[in-house]
């Protein structure tokens, strides 16, 4: 009666984590959330195996059945573990091609690990390489439980030790490389989580069944330790989540005598402030010119009318010389000497990775939703340096993807793009994607494109 309920416990805790993880909002493991669930769902499945031949149908026949299933969510779970270590631990996302996959170590090492566990689960269903056999618990009671053929059994422990020695020690060593303390703390976790889980099968499954001792609840009792541990260092994975509500708190009304301001940017393209809400417009400058004046009175507006701005930006440019004595503003600060969000010592600043493009529009999401009851006003300074670092392809995604959030959110925007930077090929791609086009030079503002908005009826 004991162990049933100890079945309906760890079923009933594996169903709560699953749902636990699919309800986070995470940030940097956006990417990997539902791997995670399926490696958790894999163990639901395992587990429920073993209840089925335990307790439902404890039959010789239903064993074949179950340990097929069992195996094969041990083997998913560990083919998936390895995923998201590849997956977090890489710093630059590759496309596959074989050429990638012969030239980089990792990748070579992954498409080798990934074969074994799925040959192993292919064996697992062909041969079925046991016999099953009833066994004598120490607590009681007659169960039947498969003996496995010794080379399987040596495939079996090959498969648990790469788990060891391949993705938990990747999630260790990807944490000593991580500045984010909160980050590294995560991956070390993962690390030893699935490490004890591993070592909890080869105690467990490997030696103690070699002497014919059945205690298959005490290994799931473990199991299920280790894996709520994994999923409470995936609570705190939300990263940007705890930075923005850092950085949200800083909020403070603007003086609303500054009436001079409040159509100081639109009046010079020929709109009211109310026509410029959910405009993204792309502004084409000079770096030798004064540009950063446009800027400058397009956030005046922005503050005049009561009105959040944030503004995406490097701390060598001249938009964040100009922009940093504005206490309203919000700055995210693009750098390549990070890996992950970090806290800067400015309460209206975070610095952000310039070359991961997820946690760039999982940012500009949030600044979106900040503050649902203002309008939205982002700079991005400038598409020119991403360029530059991504790629031309990367940016495009990244852009074509942040300007649907804008859209969405009807939020307005400022998007620099210096075209003298660029071939024309690459300047005209950009400019396709935008129905609003201003330039600045040494003469001056020119709009080269700016619908007014047509009036509801």
């Known amino acids: 009666m004991i162990t049933l309920i100890l079945y309906i416990v760890f079923l009933s805790a594996l169903a709560a984590m699953i749902i636990f993880i699919l309800r986070q909002a995470v940030s940097y493991f956006r990417s990997v959330k539902v791997l995670f669930a399926i490696t958790f769902l894999s163990y639901w499945i395992l587990i429920f195996s073993s209840f089925i031949e335990n307790y439902l149908v404890k039959t010789e026949s239903i064993v074949n059945s179950t340990t097929k299933i069992a195996i094969s969510s041990a083997l998913i779970t560990g083919i998936a573990v390895e995923h998201i270590a590849l997956m977090l631990c890489q710093k630059e996302r590759r496309k596959f091609s074989w050429k990638t996959l012969l030239s980089n170590r990792l990748y070579f090492v992954s498409a080798l690990y990934k074969g074994y566990m799925i040959s192993l689960l292919l064996l697992t269903w062909i041969l079925t390489p046991w016999q099953v056999q009833q066994l004598q618990k120490p607590w009681g009671g007659l169960a039947y439980n498969p003996m496995y053929e010794s080379w399987y059994l040596a495939c079996l422990a090959i498969a648990v030790v790469a788990l060891i020695g391949y993705p938990c020690v990747l999630f260790l060593r990807a944490g000593r490389k991580f500045r984010q303390t909160e980050l ?57 989540e705890s930075l923005f509500e850092r950085l949200n708190t800083t909020y403070a009304p603007y003086p609303t005598d500054l009436i001079k301001d409040r159509e100081v940017f639109s009046e010079t393209l020929g709109l009211t402030h109310e026509q410029m809400v959910g405009k993204n417009i792309l502004l084409e400058f000079d770096p030798t010119s004064d540009y950063e004046r446009v800027i400058d009175d397009f956030v005046d507006e922005a503050l005049a009318n009561d009105e959040s701005v944030a503004v995406f930006t490097s701390k060598g440019s ?45 940012a500009l999401d949030k600044v979106l939703k900040a503050y649902p009851e203002k309008n939205s006003n982002i700079v991005f300074d400038n598409l020119s340096g991403l360029i530059l670092l991504n790629g031309f392809e990367k940016t495009y995604g990244f852009l074509r993807y942040a ?23 690459v300047a005209s791609a950009f400019r396709i994607l935008f129905n609003n086009q201003i330039v600045y030079g040494k003469e001056g503002l020119r709009i080269v494109k700016m619908p007014k908005p047509v009036l509801k009826a």
């Open 184 to 240: 590294a703390s995560v991956l070390n976790w993962f690390g030893v989580g699935w490490m004890g889980i591993a070592l909890i099968l080869i105690v467990f499954q490997g030696l103690l069944q070699a002497f014919n001792v059945e205690i298959t609840e005490v290994s799931h009792l473990f199991q299920i330790i280790f894996l709520g541990i994994i999923a409470y260092a995936f609570r705190k994975t939300a990263i940007l």
């Open 318 to 362: 001249a938009i964040y010389s100009a922009l940093s004595n504005k206490g309203n503003v919000k700055f995210l600060i693009l750098t390549q000497r990070i890996s992950t969000p970090q806290p800067n010592a400015s309460e209206n600043k975070i610095l952000l990775p310039a070359n991961d493009s997820s946690l760039l529009l999982d």
């Open 403 to 425: 300007l649907e959030l804008l859209t969405l959110e009807n939020g307005a925007s400022l998007f620099l793009l210096d075209p003298r930077a660029h071939d024309v090929n």
